[in-house]
């Protein structure tokens, strides 16, 4: 769990470094088990999307965690990175209104990065 937590600060980080609007982490280890956290994203063009996952997973990589898998590519509007205890959804704005995650997952705790 402490490594999830890690690896949470990190991604959260990337993210806002590449100006990534509204980012949330959900806690859903209580609830699931595919992973014990989310954190959903979302930018505003196809450029932003790159550079937010790009910057994600270097950091990661960087600190050691390695991206088990990645579903989207440079033309997606919605891209999941899977670290196995955190994923993280980086969307287009309309998808990310239209999938709705927060919605689908609100068993889970939203926290702030301070909680962790």
């Known amino acids: 769990m402490e490594q999830a937590k890690e690896m949470v600060k990190i991604a959260v980080k990337a993210l806002e470094d590449k100006k990534a609007e509204d980012v949330k982490i959900i806690d ?6 595919i992973a014990d956290y989310f954190i ?3 930018g505003n063009n196809q450029n932003q999307l790159q550079a937010m996952r790009d ?13 088990k898998q990645v579903e989207g590519n440079s033309n997606s509007s919605w891209i999941l990175m899977d670290y196995t205890d955190i994923i993280v959804h980086v ?14 997952w ?11």
């Open 40 to 42: 959903i994203a979302n």
């Open 55 to 67: 910057a994600v997973e270097e950091d990661l990589y960087k600190a050691g965690y390695p991206v």
């Open 106 to 116: 609100k068993d889970g705790k939203e926290i702030s990065i301070d909680e962790l």
């Open 91 to 104: 969307f287009s704005k309309e998808d990310r209104l239209f999938y709705d995650l927060e919605r689908i």
């Open 28 to 33: 859903i280890g209580g609830v699931s088990t």
